[in-house]
């Protein structure tokens, strides 16, 4: 094959990757999902679920496997700039004072209680869904950790087309979920350092270097680009060559981090933690990079990791149901009883508590990103990934009927400040 045949084969596939997932995120807006929910599921329908099912000779001269490789590198460049933009799009006014506290209550509710129980799930199952060579702690960490994460970035922009980004509850919300999903990248940085390196003690030069980037980047570099953003600032907008070195750096990091054993999508994410807080920079980088990441990057990694998913094994007479079901659970009551009785402590209503409980327990793309970085480590099966798909689909389609049934349309919007909670009379 010359180099236009198979230029005309990866056109052809993006372009079936775009028509499929726009298709299904208009469908599922019209049912009142984030589009999200409807490009996970395109995704997953591109795979073996549907497509390879129905077409399997079509679907495997669409998605060869040298299309798959120019797809996973496309994918990867993708998540590393869309978790620059996450890093860049975080308010630091958010994490000051009595907010950071609660919302540090919060995150911690959410997280505990979901880790522990996929730890205890991953236990379970161990035996039949683990990796050859994969050690029981390190199998119960990924899971714990993975069924752990919170959709930061969809909360975001729920909350801000609700209008009520900047509510008491909004607020609360945003930066326990933001919590979570920083805990989240630090555990599975240490869990693959841990996992190519064999031992705790041979990841110590991985986890230092992850620490050491962190730590210069978030202080040198925080202050080199502030200086950046000054300048952009001063322009009114990012000159051609300032976005320029904006992607080299972004470029950069990922390539570092990636090098040093931590995947690309931390050394974007740091990056987008050290750019500065300016109206403008925002504005710049949302116009420039959002619309092609959206659109093109990001459905591209769906399609990626519906190809991944394997569904042979929720057949009939599927041996998945069973380990589905108790992860499954695993995932929605760590997170919503957790939350939910958090937030009611902290004097909210019961109805304020199950909103939060719901949108917290959405993961959509974070736990995407999070379990496909564990497959190219060999840290999943295709089994436990296709259960993991299945959760990630199926908790965030969840999210907004239960804030829907929790705070009907105009509750939200009400400044509810927390009130105590009344002590049982102890007489």
């Known amino acids: 094959m010359n180099q236009i045949e198979f230029a005309l084969r990866v056109f052809a596939a993006l372009a079936a990757v775009l028509a499929a997932t726009t298709l299904c995120g208009r469908l599922a807006m019209a049912v009142r999902q984030p589009r999200v929910v409807g490009e996970m599921v395109a995704g997953v329908l591109l795979g073996p679920a549907l497509f390879g099912a129905v077409a399997p000779g079509v679907q495997a001269q669409l998605f060869p496997a040298d299309v798959r490789d ?6 990867t460049i993708g998540l590393t700039f869309y978790m620059f933009l996450v890093g860049s799009s975080l308010d630091h006014g958010l994490t000051a004072g009595r907010n950071m506290r609660r919302a540090a209550v919060l995150a911690v509710s959410g997280i ?3 880790f522990a129980l996929g730890a205890g799930a991953a236990a379970l199952f161990f035996g039949s869904l683990s990796p050859a060579g994969t050690s029981l702690w390190v199998f119960m960490l990924f899971v714990g950790g993975a069924l752990s994460i919170t959709a930061f970035p969809m909360l975001a922009r729920i909350l801000q087309e ?3 980004a900047n509510t008491p509850i909004g607020g609360l919300t945003l930066v326990a979920a933001a919590i979570d999903d920083a805990a989240a990248w630090v555990i599975l940085a240490v869990i693959i350092a841990v996992g190519a390196a064999g031992s705790p003690l041979d990841a110590l030069d991985t986890v230092a270097g ?5 730590l210069l980047m ?15 600032e001063r322009a009114g907008g990012m000159s051609r060559d300032v976005m320029a070195l904006v992607l080299f ?7 570092f981090t990636d090098y040093i054993g931590v995947f690309s999508v931390f050394g974007g994410f740091i990056t987008g933690l050290a750019m500065p807080q ?5 504005r710049e980088l949302e116009t420039r990079l959002t619309d ?5 990057l990001l459905p591209v990694f769906f399609a990626f990791s519906g190809l991944n998913t394997q569904v042979s094994g929720f057949g009939a007479g599927g041996g998945l149901w069973l380990p589905l079901a108790v992860v499954m659970a695993a995932a929605f009551a760590g997170k919503y009883l957790g939350c939910a009785a958090v937030v009611r402590v902290q004097g909210f209503s019961w109805r304020y508590a199950s909103a939060v409980g719901g949108l917290m327990n959405a993961r959509g793309l974070m736990i995407l990103i999070f379990i496909n970085i564990g497959l190219a480590h060999g840290m999943v099966t295709p089994e436990l990934f296709a259960i993991l798909v299945a959760v990630a689909i199926v908790t965030t389609a969840a999210a907004m009927p239960i804030y829907r049934a929790s705070l009907p349309d105009g509750m939200d919007r009400e400044e509810v400040a927390p009130s105590p909670v009344p002590l049982p009379n102890r007489r």
């Open 210 to 214: 992850a620490a050491v980037f962190a």
């Open 249 to 255: 750096v972004v470029l950069l990091a990922g390539w």
């Open 162 to 164: 609700r209008g009520i």
């Open 292 to 296: 092609l990441n959206s659109i093109l």
């Open 218 to 232: 978030l202080t040198v570099g925080r202050a080199l680009l502030g200086r950046l953003g000054q300048r952009v």
């Open 278 to 282: 300016s109206a403008v920079v925002r």
């Open 70 to 75: 120019v797809l996973y590198v496309l994918s």
């Open 112 to 114: 505990v209680p979901t």
